[in-house]
């Protein structure tokens, strides 16, 4: 009996103490969170109502140099939605609640649920921040969203500041477009002041002046309830808008450039035909006008192009598929509307680069502006015959004359004396190349765009280099060609023996052939500087920086890219054979200038140049380089079209159309493409 009583005393010990304990345990936690904690907690509870939201800010315009709007913004009702929220790594719904809320917005926005997800996946848009699904909505919508959080979890209603292009696809490949910031951007130093789901400018002048067009976006820290009504305003800080940006550019001019340029490609494929007598192709083309006096971009059109205002909201995949083709599927070829042709096109320059090489061969003591060189009707080099355009022997001329009649033959004689004498000296002086990057070829000329190519002068190191880089490939490819095929024999020639810098290598150079490659834009330069006494001055569109006040934030000035380096009498002969191309009878120019209702040349002289560059076993693409007014250079023309036959043909008749709308001669609207004489120069 002891026993037991002793047992249950210690039983009743060991429970009192354990409850004590239990006790005074839970009193330490509720003494440490009330007392030690409690002030961190209250912080907490105060952070956790409180929400910080962000105002976009509005973005700079783009303007014309006279003011004219061409790129301006719109507020826009937006429906966004919450991808990491909504939808799971594979563009899947997230769960079960996920789903019926891609269900109920599919019903809202009147869309198919396939296209709400698409939109929600757009690579164009940052998975950080919310994905505007629709733009545009009704009032109606946006108070369904708002007054029915539940039934949309992960989905807001905004109002966006979105880019408007007032004249649709004009300028497109200039204005560029705006995408939302990518993680690797967000990682960027650059861009530590954006959010996640930001607009930035991602190509043209879009990208460029980023720094100036975006606004600063305001900050508002509200006070809210567990269920997200605003008590309060806490603070805040106004949103700020953009600086505009003034261009160079002008309206009238730029639309006028590109109509003509579309139609007379369009044209051109009915109108010519090649000798087999097949239509031209003439898919694509640029056109660019320059002021000579400063470099400034007047205008610049590129064929095809694109409408910006498909990026507004994310492309569709339709868009897409004109934008980028999958050929490998049988998409149709589109010729790449998205390339800027002026910059980011590499073409072998042909005859418009004669100029250049006159220049050298003056400059290497080969000839002066005066020297007359022979022009037969072909050239022999190696047991290799190299042909002028005219097969007729037109006996000695000097420069004026050989750029006036484009004689390929009195170019190739100039240039294989050089290799000669190159060849015998133990580090050649290789002139051509030289000159060239002093007339702006092989080099960027620092426009304002992003992606501005440099073309390519070939030199014996540059091309040693290449064979060595290539020539596994170029041995590979000429065994996969068809025997007795051109291709395969050039790729055969290549593997063997295409590091060596021959005859026919500086002959072909000499007239704009060859592995010469140019863009448009370094062509128009190099004329501007013959227009303007011999400056190559960096091309641009930005004039000035204005912020939403008027004022004048800064001027952006061209730089002095390099001098020419001609005096005065070998400028003159390349000038006076420039004018004899167009205002001389046996011109070969002259033709597409009298075509019709005459240009009037006596009035307006212009100077230029044709071009026909053979890239096989493609046709030939066409080259017309030209300023005016001949005795007081106000504006540079140069237009390219791809596969579009002779300069003459193509080329020159789509500038001479430009001058005339320039001149006030024939609106554009009103012109009409006529094509020129078939001189194959």
Not at 607 to 635: C, H, I, R
Request: glycine share 8%; hydrophobic share 40%; charged share 25%.
């Amino acid at each position: 009996m002891a026993n037991s009583d002793s047992s249950s005393a210690l039983r009743l010990t060991f429970l009192t103490v354990l409850v004590i304990a239990l006790f005074l345990a839970l009193f330490s936690r509720l003494w440490f969170l009330q007392v030690l904690a409690g002030d961190r907690f209250a912080e907490l509870a105060d952070t956790n109502r409180l929400r910080t939201v962000y105002v976009d800010a509005p973005r700079g315009r783009m303007l014309d140099r006279e003011g004219d709007e061409l790129v301006k913004n719109r507020p826009s009702l937006t429906i966004s939605a919450d991808r990491q929220l909504l939808l799971d790594g594979a563009g899947e719904p997230a769960d079960e609640t996920a789903e019926k809320v891609l269900e109920r917005l599919s019903q809202l926005l009147q869309l198919d649920r396939e296209a709400v997800v698409e939109r929600m996946t757009s690579q164009h848009y940052s998975p950080l921040g919310h994905i505007p699904i629709a733009f545009d909505v009704t009032q109606e919508v946006v108070y369904a969203v708002r007054s029915q959080q539940e039934l949309f979890p992960g989905v807001i209603a905004e109002v966006l500041p979105v880019r408007t292009y007032p004249h649709g696809e004009l300028a497109a490949h200039l204005v560029g477009y705006l995408n939302q910031i990518s993680r690797e951007q967000l990682a960027d130093p650059a861009f530590a002041e954006y959010r996640g789901g930001e607009q930035v400018g991602r190509t043209g002048l879009e990208a460029v002046y980023e720094a100036d067009l975006r606004g600063r976006p305001g900050r508002r820290t509200l006070e809210v309830t567990a269920r997200n009504t605003v008590i309060d305003v806490v603070a805040e800080t106004e949103a700020r808008s953009g600086n505009d940006l003034v261009t160079s550019l002008d309206l009238d001019l730029q639309q006028a450039v590109e109509t003509l340029l579309a139609d007379g490609i369009v044209a051109s494929r009915d109108e010519i035909h090649t000798a087999s007598g097949r239509n031209l192709p003439s898919p694509a083309g640029s056109a660019v006008v320059l002021d000579p006096r400063d470099g400034r971009v007047l205008a610049m059109a590129s064929y095809p192009t694109f409408d910006p205002s498909e990026f507004v909201g994310g492309l569709s995949s339709e868009y897409a598929r004109y934008l980028f083709p999958d050929l490998a599927a049988g998409d149709e070829d589109t010729h790449a509307p998205m390339l800027n042709r002026n910059i980011q096109g590499e073409y072998p320059p042909g005859s418009v680069f004669k100029t250049v090489t006159g220049a050298a061969f003056m400059e290497a003591g080969l000839t002066g502006p005066e020297t007359t060189v022979p022009c037969p009707g072909s050239y022999e080099v190696g047991g290799i015959t190299f042909r002028n355009w005219n097969n007729v022997d037109e006996g000695p001329m000097a420069l004026a004359q050989a750029l006036r009649r484009s004689c390929d033959t009195y170019f190739y004689d100039l240039a294989y004396r050089q290799w000669q004498r190159e060849q015998s000296q133990t580090e050649p002086n290789e002139i051509l190349p030289e000159v060239a990057e002093r007339f702006g070829f092989g080099r960027r000329l620092g426009i304002d765009l992003p992606s501005e190519l440099t073309g390519y002068v070939p030199s014996r190191a540059l091309k040693q280099q290449r064979w060595l880089e290539r020539r596994d490939l170029w041995c590979a490819q000429a065994e996969e060609s068809e025997p007795g095929s051109y291709r395969r024999a050039v790729l055969e020639d290549n593997c063997v023996s295409g590091g060596a810098w021959r005859g026919g290598d500086a002959v072909n150079s000499s007239i704009g052939q060859g592995e010469i490659l140019t863009t448009p834009l370094q062509v128009a330069a190099h004329y501007a500087a013959i227009a303007n006494g011999g400056t190559i001055h960096q091309p641009l569109l930005g004039m000035r920086i204005v912020g939403a006040d008027g004022e004048v934030v800064r001027e952006i000035v061209p730089e002095v890219v390099s001098e020419l380096g001609l005096d005065d009498a070998e400028l003159a002969a390349i000038r006076r054979g420039l004018e004899e191309v167009v205002m001389h009878e046996r011109g070969t120019a002259y033709g597409a200038f009298q075509r019709g209702t005459p240009f009037p040349l006596d009035e307006i002289p212009i100077a230029g140049k044709t071009g026909t560059a053979e890239l096989k076993p493609k046709v030939p693409y066409a080259w017309f380089a030209a300023y005016a007014p001949a005795n007081d250079p106000q504006y540079v023309v140069v237009v390219n079209v791809e596969e579009g036959g002779g300069g003459s043909q193509t080329a020159a008749p789509i500038a001479r159309n430009i001058f005339e709308h320039i001149f006030g001669i024939v609106d554009a609207e009103d012109n009409q493409f006529d094509s020129g004489d078939p001189i194959y120069d």
